[in-house]
Antibody, heavy 112, light 107 residues
Protein backbone atom coordinates (compact mmCIF):
# COMPACT_ATOMS: atom_id res chain seq x y z
CA UNK A 1 0.00 0.00 0.00
CA UNK A 2 1.35 3.41 -1.01
CA UNK A 3 1.70 5.76 1.95
CA UNK A 4 3.01 9.32 2.14
CA UNK A 5 3.45 10.88 5.56
CA UNK A 6 4.38 14.54 5.88
CA UNK A 7 5.88 16.09 8.98
CA UNK A 8 7.66 19.24 10.07
CA UNK A 9 4.89 21.80 9.84
CA UNK A 10 4.97 24.41 12.58
CA UNK A 11 4.42 28.03 13.55
CA UNK A 12 7.40 30.11 12.44
CA UNK A 13 8.12 33.83 12.41
CA UNK A 14 8.46 35.77 9.15
CA UNK A 15 11.98 35.41 7.81
CA UNK A 16 12.40 32.08 9.53
CA UNK A 17 13.18 28.62 8.20
CA UNK A 18 11.54 25.21 8.31
CA UNK A 19 12.15 21.80 6.78
CA UNK A 20 9.29 19.56 5.79
CA UNK A 21 9.69 15.80 5.36
CA UNK A 22 7.66 13.27 3.42
CA UNK A 23 8.22 9.64 4.33
CA UNK A 24 7.21 7.32 1.50
CA UNK A 25 6.45 3.61 1.59
CA UNK A 26 4.81 0.93 -0.53
CA UNK A 27 6.59 1.71 -3.80
CA UNK A 28 10.06 2.14 -5.32
CA UNK A 29 10.68 5.71 -4.25
CA UNK A 30 13.46 6.45 -6.72
CA UNK A 31 11.27 5.53 -9.70
CA UNK A 32 8.80 8.37 -9.24
CA UNK A 33 8.66 12.11 -9.59
CA UNK A 34 7.52 13.63 -6.30
CA UNK A 35 5.86 16.96 -5.66
CA UNK A 36 4.97 19.47 -3.00
CA UNK A 37 1.59 21.16 -3.38
CA UNK A 38 0.19 23.70 -0.95
CA UNK A 39 -3.24 24.99 -0.08
CA UNK A 40 -4.19 28.05 1.89
CA UNK A 41 -7.16 26.96 4.04
CA UNK A 42 -10.35 27.60 2.10
CA UNK A 43 -8.49 28.29 -1.15
CA UNK A 44 -7.32 26.30 -4.18
CA UNK A 45 -4.32 24.08 -4.82
CA UNK A 46 -0.94 25.57 -5.72
CA UNK A 47 1.98 23.57 -7.08
CA UNK A 48 5.18 24.41 -5.20
CA UNK A 49 8.01 22.16 -6.35
CA UNK A 50 8.88 18.83 -7.96
CA UNK A 51 11.82 16.46 -8.02
CA UNK A 52 11.96 14.11 -10.99
CA UNK A 53 13.03 10.48 -10.90
CA UNK A 54 16.42 11.60 -12.21
CA UNK A 55 16.56 14.26 -9.47
CA UNK A 56 16.02 17.30 -11.68
CA UNK A 57 14.23 19.93 -9.63
CA UNK A 58 11.56 22.49 -10.47
CA UNK A 59 10.06 25.38 -8.52
CA UNK A 60 7.15 27.78 -8.67
CA UNK A 61 8.29 31.36 -9.18
CA UNK A 62 6.78 32.27 -5.80
CA UNK A 63 9.29 30.04 -3.95
CA UNK A 64 12.29 29.98 -6.29
CA UNK A 65 15.47 30.92 -4.46
CA UNK A 66 13.87 30.39 -1.04
CA UNK A 67 12.78 26.73 -1.08
CA UNK A 68 14.89 23.66 -1.89
CA UNK A 69 13.47 20.24 -2.69
CA UNK A 70 15.54 17.10 -2.22
CA UNK A 71 15.20 13.40 -1.61
CA UNK A 72 17.14 10.71 0.25
CA UNK A 73 16.45 7.41 -1.46
CA UNK A 74 18.18 5.47 1.34
CA UNK A 75 15.50 6.78 3.70
CA UNK A 76 12.64 6.90 1.17
CA UNK A 77 12.11 10.49 2.24
CA UNK A 78 11.60 13.74 0.36
CA UNK A 79 12.31 17.13 1.91
CA UNK A 80 11.37 20.74 1.40
CA UNK A 81 13.75 23.22 2.98
CA UNK A 82 12.00 26.56 3.30
CA UNK A 83 13.92 29.76 4.03
CA UNK A 84 12.96 33.44 4.22
CA UNK A 85 9.42 32.44 5.01
CA UNK A 86 6.66 34.98 4.47
CA UNK A 87 3.09 35.26 5.70
CA UNK A 88 1.81 34.20 2.28
CA UNK A 89 3.64 30.88 2.63
CA UNK A 90 1.09 29.94 5.28
CA UNK A 91 -0.71 26.84 4.00
CA UNK A 92 -1.18 23.12 4.30
CA UNK A 93 1.67 21.46 2.42
CA UNK A 94 0.96 18.16 0.70
CA UNK A 95 3.46 15.63 -0.56
CA UNK A 96 2.28 13.88 -3.73
CA UNK A 97 3.55 11.03 -5.85
CA UNK A 98 3.32 11.93 -9.52
CA UNK A 99 -0.32 12.42 -10.40
CA UNK A 100 -1.84 9.85 -8.08
CA UNK A 101 -1.17 9.57 -4.34
CA UNK A 102 -1.31 12.39 -1.77
CA UNK A 103 -0.26 12.59 1.84
CA UNK A 104 -2.51 13.99 4.55
CA UNK A 105 -0.70 17.35 4.66
CA UNK A 106 1.22 19.35 7.24
CA UNK A 107 0.33 22.90 8.30
CA UNK A 108 2.89 25.69 8.04
CA UNK A 109 1.94 28.95 9.72
CA UNK A 110 4.14 32.01 9.24
CA UNK A 111 3.24 34.67 11.75
CA UNK A 112 4.79 36.88 14.41
CA UNK B 1 3.52 29.12 -18.34
CA UNK B 2 0.30 27.20 -18.91
CA UNK B 3 -2.82 28.52 -17.16
CA UNK B 4 -5.76 26.26 -16.32
CA UNK B 5 -9.28 27.68 -16.18
CA UNK B 6 -12.16 25.71 -14.72
CA UNK B 7 -15.85 26.42 -15.08
CA UNK B 8 -18.17 26.76 -13.38
CA UNK B 9 -16.61 27.73 -10.07
CA UNK B 10 -19.56 26.17 -8.31
CA UNK B 11 -22.62 24.13 -9.22
CA UNK B 12 -25.68 23.14 -7.24
CA UNK B 13 -27.10 19.74 -8.07
CA UNK B 14 -29.30 17.01 -6.67
CA UNK B 15 -28.59 13.37 -6.02
CA UNK B 16 -29.08 11.53 -9.30
CA UNK B 17 -28.19 14.51 -11.49
CA UNK B 18 -25.57 14.52 -14.22
CA UNK B 19 -23.01 17.30 -14.08
CA UNK B 20 -20.15 18.38 -16.33
CA UNK B 21 -17.14 20.43 -15.29
CA UNK B 22 -14.94 22.09 -17.90
CA UNK B 23 -11.22 22.73 -17.78
CA UNK B 24 -9.41 24.80 -20.39
CA UNK B 25 -5.65 25.05 -20.85
CA UNK B 26 -4.07 28.25 -22.16
CA UNK B 27 -2.08 26.15 -24.64
CA UNK B 28 -2.19 22.59 -25.88
CA UNK B 29 -1.31 19.91 -23.35
CA UNK B 30 -2.19 16.81 -25.32
CA UNK B 31 -3.82 14.49 -22.81
CA UNK B 32 -1.58 15.39 -19.87
CA UNK B 33 -4.55 16.27 -17.67
CA UNK B 34 -5.58 14.92 -14.28
CA UNK B 35 -8.68 15.41 -12.16
CA UNK B 36 -8.80 15.38 -8.37
CA UNK B 37 -11.62 15.35 -5.83
CA UNK B 38 -11.26 17.05 -2.46
CA UNK B 39 -13.70 16.76 0.40
CA UNK B 40 -13.76 19.26 3.25
CA UNK B 41 -10.82 18.83 5.61
CA UNK B 42 -9.28 16.03 3.56
CA UNK B 43 -6.40 15.68 1.13
CA UNK B 44 -7.26 15.58 -2.57
CA UNK B 45 -7.85 12.21 -4.17
CA UNK B 46 -6.90 11.30 -7.70
CA UNK B 47 -9.82 10.43 -9.98
CA UNK B 48 -8.55 10.54 -13.55
CA UNK B 49 -5.20 10.76 -15.34
CA UNK B 50 -4.29 11.08 -19.02
CA UNK B 51 -7.55 13.00 -19.49
CA UNK B 52 -9.78 9.93 -19.53
CA UNK B 53 -8.21 7.04 -17.57
CA UNK B 54 -9.87 6.24 -14.25
CA UNK B 55 -7.67 5.57 -11.27
CA UNK B 56 -8.21 2.20 -9.66
CA UNK B 57 -11.23 2.09 -7.38
CA UNK B 58 -12.90 5.19 -8.85
CA UNK B 59 -16.58 4.52 -9.65
CA UNK B 60 -17.52 4.32 -13.31
CA UNK B 61 -20.00 7.18 -12.93
CA UNK B 62 -16.95 9.44 -13.26
CA UNK B 63 -15.56 10.01 -16.74
CA UNK B 64 -13.13 12.38 -18.37
CA UNK B 65 -12.69 13.47 -21.95
CA UNK B 66 -10.84 15.95 -24.12
CA UNK B 67 -7.41 16.68 -25.50
CA UNK B 68 -5.37 19.69 -26.48
CA UNK B 69 -6.90 22.62 -24.64
CA UNK B 70 -10.45 21.58 -23.70
CA UNK B 71 -11.35 18.91 -21.18
CA UNK B 72 -14.42 17.79 -19.26
CA UNK B 73 -15.16 15.80 -16.13
CA UNK B 74 -18.62 14.26 -16.11
CA UNK B 75 -20.37 12.66 -13.17
CA UNK B 76 -23.52 10.76 -14.04
CA UNK B 77 -26.05 10.05 -11.32
CA UNK B 78 -24.49 12.13 -8.54
CA UNK B 79 -24.21 10.34 -5.22
CA UNK B 80 -24.15 11.95 -1.76
CA UNK B 81 -20.43 11.21 -1.43
CA UNK B 82 -19.68 13.12 -4.66
CA UNK B 83 -20.40 16.52 -3.15
CA UNK B 84 -16.91 17.98 -2.99
CA UNK B 85 -14.53 20.31 -4.82
CA UNK B 86 -12.93 19.15 -8.07
CA UNK B 87 -9.64 20.33 -9.56
CA UNK B 88 -7.96 19.76 -12.89
CA UNK B 89 -4.18 19.80 -13.28
CA UNK B 90 -1.90 19.87 -16.30
CA UNK B 91 1.29 17.88 -16.06
CA UNK B 92 2.67 18.30 -19.56
CA UNK B 93 5.28 20.87 -18.57
CA UNK B 94 6.67 22.64 -15.55
CA UNK B 95 5.44 24.68 -13.82
CA UNK B 96 2.61 22.29 -13.11
CA UNK B 97 -0.72 24.09 -12.81
CA UNK B 98 -4.11 23.50 -11.23
CA UNK B 99 -7.45 24.91 -12.19
CA UNK B 100 -9.20 27.09 -9.65
CA UNK B 101 -11.60 24.37 -8.56
CA UNK B 102 -15.30 23.62 -8.95
CA UNK B 103 -17.40 23.19 -5.84
CA UNK B 104 -20.29 20.76 -6.26
CA UNK B 105 -22.98 21.57 -3.73
CA UNK B 106 -26.25 19.97 -2.78
CA UNK B 107 -29.27 21.76 -4.22
Amino acid sequence: EVQLLESGGDLVQPGGSLRLSCAASGFTFSDYAMNWVRQVPGKGLEWVSSIASGDATYYADSVKGRFTISRDTSKNTMYLAMNSLRADDTAVYYCTRGKDYWGQGTLVTVSS
Amino acid sequence: DIQMTQSPSSVSASVGDRITITCRASQGIGMYLAWFQQKAGKAPKSLIYAASSLQGGVPSRFSGSGSGTDFTLTIISLQPEDFATYYCQQYKTYPLAFGGGTRVEIK
